[in-house]
């Protein structure tokens, strides 16, 4: 049970390049969210998923689009990469999305990618 | 005013001492509330869920003051591996309405 999962651990890109950062789950949670974590500015929500087949912006969706690829993956993709996307990514998973009770509301996250954009 | 407020500290404290940080929020209609922990370039781990009559968890206690909007967490008889930043978290509304305060660094030092 390897828990939450992302490749690359690391990565360096050039302005304008794109990359696909994947992420995938072998807990069957429901919902699944992708974050960037900046000095000083805490964890930020970029996308989530609530359900396969389902997505939504967070906070910070611009630059970046997600797919929800079947339950276990989803994967966030740069398109056109910006200095200002330096940042360390990420991908986090919760059991039941909505659920009051306070334990479903867990989120289990994946090990980060360290993405530099020059 | 922020979400969620934490002091960055460091607070670095000895073996042993008792340890307390405070987390102010500024939705009145939060749900949910969290501290997580993470060491140094690692992912967060939840360390404990806040309820609303105040829980423990060996060294560990959390307590929750929704009329003034704080959370507290107490580490007592705290260890060198304690060390690490702690995150506090709060939920105000659907699954993906969560807050991330930005942590507060805890050293123990020997």
């Known amino acids: 049970n390897a828990g939450v999962t992302q490749t690359p651990k690391f990565q360096v890109l050039k302005t304008g390049q794109s990359m696909t950062l994947q992420c995938a789950q072998d807990?069957?949670?429901?919902?699944m969210y992708w974050y960037r974590q900046d000095p000083g500015m805490g964890l930020r929500l970029i996308y989530y998923?609530?359900?396969?087949?389902?997505?939504d912006k967070g906070e910070v969706p611009n630059g970046y689009n997600v797919s929800r690829l079947n339950k276990r993956e989803f994967s966030l993709r740069l398109e056109s990469a910006a200095p200002s996307q330096t940042s360390v990514y990420f991908c986090?998973?919760?059991?039941?999305?909505?659920?009051?009770?306070?334990?479903?509301?867990?989120?289990?996250f994946g090990p980060g990618t360290r993405l530099t954009v020059l | 005013r922020k979400e969620v407020e934490q002091d960055p500290g460091p607070f670095n404290v000895p073996e042993g001492a008792t340890v307390a940080f405070n987390c102010t929020y500024s939705?009145?209609?939060?749900?949910?509330f969290f501290w997580y922990r993470q060491d140094c370039r690692k992912e967060p781990k939840l360390l404990m869920s806040?309820?609303?009559s105040g829980n423990e968890d060996g060294r560990f206690t959390a307590q929750l003051n929704r009329a003034s909007q704080y959370i507290s967490l107490l580490i007592r008889d705290s260890k060198l591996s304690d060390s690490a930043t702690y995150l506090c978290?709060?939920?105000?509304?659907?699954?993906?309405?969560?807050?991330f305060g930005t942590g507060t660094k805890l050293q123990v030092i020997p």
């Open positions: 807990m069957n949670h429901n919902s």
């Open positions: 998923s609530a359900s396969e087949g389902t997505t």
């Open positions: 986090a998973s919760s059991e039941v999305a909505g659920s009051s009770a306070a334990k479903y509301n867990e989120q289990f």
């Open positions: 939705n009145s209609a939060s749900q949910s």
């Open positions: 978290v709060v939920r105000h509304g659907g699954y993906q309405k969560v807050t």
């Open positions: 806040v309820y609303s």
